[in-house]
């Protein structure tokens, strides 16, 4: 096994490598919570178009890919 350092990095790791070094139950619970903070920034979004404009649920997926979400 492989340690790694926690130690704040910037730039050294990506996503994928954060995936890759946590456990199948830290993985699960971590997508489990991104879902539900995009959940409620979309439900956000949508109440206030005034001040986002008008944002579909493709649209906003079509965003996140470009940060690897």
Known sequence: DETFSFKYSPGKLRGNQYKSMMSKEELEEEQRVQ??????IFTLMKEKS????EMT??????????YDI
């Open 50 to 53: 005034d001040t986002f404009g």
């Open 57 to 66: 649920e493709g649209d906003m997926k079509e965003q996140l890919r470009l």
């Open 35 to 40: 879902r539900e903070q995009l959940a409620a």
